[in-house]
């Protein structure tokens, strides 16, 4: 049973503006919700892939290294902090390993953030001050470092180094796309030579595997029609949080919010519906949406999609140009978004 809407019963992404002071974007820099409780000893190495339980005992024993107090002796040493890469396709446990990095060194010693959040930040809060406010932790932590944005690469590179050279120990996660395995590795040959030096800092740890979800990536799904939209709105809107906007409307707004308070952006939303959506043909715009779709994913905020869907979302020459893997994760993961809002909004929305 469908009843209209009033303005009272939903939200709208575009009438919010968050204020991102520095301390809320450093605060913000942790493990994203689905890996609150991530632990090396939930971490379950496949045996017969033995790079796993290798890749666990290192990062266990980085873990023990960066919480255990120096002697004298170690300190006047002057060893070079730890970094780490972890490489390898999806569902093998690199994000997981991470966040346990994290958990173990303690959320006020250690910043969590995928590479895109590291640029914002600096674009943020400018260079000096980024390296100022990153220099107090102890670990870095560095979600999916892309290397398809050759500007990009060398700021990150550059504030890494400013960092190591502060004693901040790193570690960071591939992005390998399964199709691309053994490609898009952390190799000097893969940098400019402004960041040779940092490339030669990091131990490469190799996790072999298959993806321990055995899941089916949802990248097509038609849209909802506006009647459905409407009838599953209706029956959670007086229970939850819910936003609804017409998204070019979204697409605008970004234009307006610098990517750094996306985040902010979505405090305390329960369900994301976008109505209308189309295909995206101008680049920024695509990009712009792609660090949505990541902090809904970081946030697990479900999204119910209308007109288009996620069908053509992105134009052939985006799925094979050079941010084809933004593209590709932003589809996986928000066909996975809307595939758990048609769940939740389902079942009430038959018992009406």
Known sequence: MTSHLTDTAVHHLTTRTP???PDRLI????????????????????????????????LSHTATQLTTKKTLRQRLARTPPPALYLDGGFGVGKTHLLAALAHHVGPHATAFGTFVEYTNLVGALGFANTVTQLATKTLICIDEFELDDPGDTVLMSRLLRELADHGVALAATSNTLPESLGEGRFAAEDFMREIQ??????????ID??????????TTLPGLTPEDLTARITAHAPTQVITHDQFTDVLDH????????????LDGIDLVVLDNVHTLTDQAAALRFVVLVDRLYDHDIPVLLGGHGLTDLFTPTMLTGGYRKKYFRALSRLGSLAHTALERTSTNHTNE
């Open 19 to 21: 204020h991102t002071p």
């Open 27 to 58: 605060r913000d820099l942790t493990p994203p919700r689905h890996f609150a409780t991530a632990s090396f000893d939930t971490y379950k190495p496949d045996p017969h892939h033995p790079s796993q339980h290798h890749a666990l005992t290192t």
């Open 197 to 206: 030096a940092l490339a030669n800092r990091f131990t490469v740890v190799r």
């Open 209 to 218: 595997g298959h993806d321990y979800r055995n899941r089916a990536t949802v």
């Open 254 to 265: 970004l234009t307006r919010v610098h990517p750094s308070a996306y985040g902010a952006l």
